[in-house]
């Protein structure tokens, strides 16, 4: 398995610009999370969707940020506009949920450095 | 207050020592406990996990729980410049994991 898979790896944009950051989950993993990570905050889970359904999003800090998982083999967390204070590595992550229970922890991506300036 | 702590570090220790790395957490209903190591510019991927109090042994690394206390550790014997890496503990919580702000951990040949 290619394990979990995000793109772009890199991303520099300029504030205000739309930015999507896309994950390929594990296949067969029907939990997808998305994080963000930094040296202030450490790793925050933004949203996380179970059966490609969003399940928690009390993550995202604010209307600028959306995600989506039209199927389970694709996701994305979009930013309109950008703000240099989202600048950030974004993982995602994947698992495969038993009874409620990730006993089996998360799958990360290598995450997208996001620098918006 | 965190559901989860944990020490940033840094940590620095020489080849060869013992190192001790540690969370709490204020929630006594999570029941399964991970670690998480994370080299420089890669994502997280899971070292060791347990469900009970006591501990568990995998090679040079030992995870202990201690569930009264609400106390977790990670113990790395024999450490190499290999561990270098940030280690983050992770709690189950009511439907997702709950995640240390992790501990950056350098071993100094």
């Known amino acids: 398995d290619a394990g979990v898979i995000q793109s772009p790896r890199h991303e520099v944009t300029e504030m205000g610009q739309e930015v999507t950051l896309r994950c390929k989950p594990i296949?067969?993993?029907?939990?997808l999370f998305w994080y963000r990570q930094t040296m202030m905050r450490g790793l925050e889970l933004l949203i996380y969707?179970?059966?490609?359904?969003?399940?928690?999003d009390s993550g995202m800090p604010e209307d600028r940020f959306s995600a989506k998982m039209p199927n389970a083999s694709f996701s994305t967390l979009k930013i309109q506009p950008s703000e240099p204070r989202d600048s950030a590595v974004y993982f995602c992550?994947?698992?495969?949920?038993?009874?409620?229970?990730?006993?089996?922890?998360?799958?990360f991506g290598s995450g997208t450095r996001l620098t918006v300036v | 207050q965190k559901e989860v702590e944990q020490d940033p570090g840094p940590l620095s220790v020489p080849e060869g020592a013992i190192v001790s790395l540690n969370c709490t957490y204020s929630?006594?209903?999570?029941?399964?406990f991970m670690w998480y190591r994370q080299y420089s510019r890669k994502g997280p991927e899971l070292l060791m996990y347990?469900?009970?109090?006591g501990n568990k042994e995998d090679g040079r690394f030992t995870a202990q729980v201690d569930k009264s206390s609400k106390y977790i550790s990670l113990f790395i014997r024999d450490s190499q410049p290999s561990d270098s890496a940030t280690y983050l503990c992770?709690?189950?919580?009511?439907?997702?994991?709950?995640f240390g702000q992790g501990t950056r951990l350098t071993i100094n040949p």
């Open positions: 992550a994947s698992s495969p949920q038993d009874r409620g229970f990730f006993s089996y922890g998360y799958t």
């Open positions: 296949s067969g993993h029907n939990s």
């Open positions: 969707f179970n059966n490609n359904v969003p399940i928690d």
């Open positions: 929630n006594s209903a999570f029941q399964y």
């Open positions: 347990t469900y009970s109090s």
């Open positions: 992770a709690i189950q919580g009511a439907q997702k994991l709950v």
